[in-house]
């Protein structure tokens, strides 16, 4: 893995100002909408706080370069119309790592964190920047162990990245993202947001989303299954 020159700084974590890493930022901001540029950024920043929380050093680029990619699956140009979403952000972020000369190694352990990020229970079970992609995303998403990073910490990275009525967008992006494929949702939480979409994120420590509705049994399953398991 190439070494990454660092600049930028939020919530004192260092911004990857490599090529491919700057790359990815004006890709992604330019062809993504702005929840879903402002939640990846999210995602790299609290992946690297909980990494840090946990004693892992995940390379910076990489995790930039997944989090960066992790729902454009979502989303045109990158949505595609039969498998999950996932791997089409997975194929992508592979596609843009060999295309900007890292290696195949490095390129298959970022495929690997994009396709697994909505996978409880096996990403922390492998390599840094794989376990940071999904601790990132369940920081954001369902503000999963928010306790480990301090009030500073959390209001540094939404100041930088603004979550405004976060919950109903991640919500609307994932049931426009694969309403024209159910069939790749099938065994996934992804299948109950389809059929049940609703306007909040239960049980999320995050105080705007932390009102009470009726959520299908398999999501808050799935849930309370995070939590068992990030525990």
């Known amino acids: 893995m190439r070494v990454s020159g660092l600049r930028e700084k939020i919530a004192g974590v260092a911004i990857p100002d490599s090529g491919p890493a700057r790359a990815a930022t004006d890709l992604i901001r330019g062809t993504t909408p702005p929840p879903i540029f402002h939640h990846s950024r999210r995602v790299y920043l609290f992946g690297s706080l909980q990494a840090a ?3 892992l ?22 949505r595609g119309d039969g498998q999950r979403f996932e791997t089409d952000g997975a194929d992508r972020a592979r596609a843009f790592l060999l295309a900007h000369g890292l290696s195949e190694g490095d390129a298959e352990k970022v495929w690997t964190a994009v396709a697994l990020h909505t996978t409880p229970g096996v990403p922390h079970k492998l390599a840094p920047e794989i376990a940071a992609t999904t601790a990132g995303v369940e920081s954001d998403v369902l503000g999963l162990h928010l306790a480990r990073l301090t009030r500073t910490q959390i209001d540094e990275v939404t100041a930088a990245h603004p979550r405004p009525d976060f919950e109903r967008r991640i919500l609307q992006a994932f049931a426009d993202g694969f309403r024209h494929r159910p069939d790749s949702t099938f065994g996934t939480v992804n299948a109950d947001v389809l059929e049940h979409f609703v306007d909040v994120i239960r049980n999320s420590a995050w105080p705007e989303q932390a009102r009470h509705r009726r959520w299908p049994p398999s999501i808050l399953q799935a849930m309370h299954f995070c939590i068992a398991c990030k525990t």
């Open 53 to 55: 929380a946990r004693g």
């Open 57 to 78: 050093r995940p390379g910076p680029e990489l995790l930039h370069v997944a989090a960066m990619f992790h729902d454009t699956g979502l989303v045109a140009p990158y």
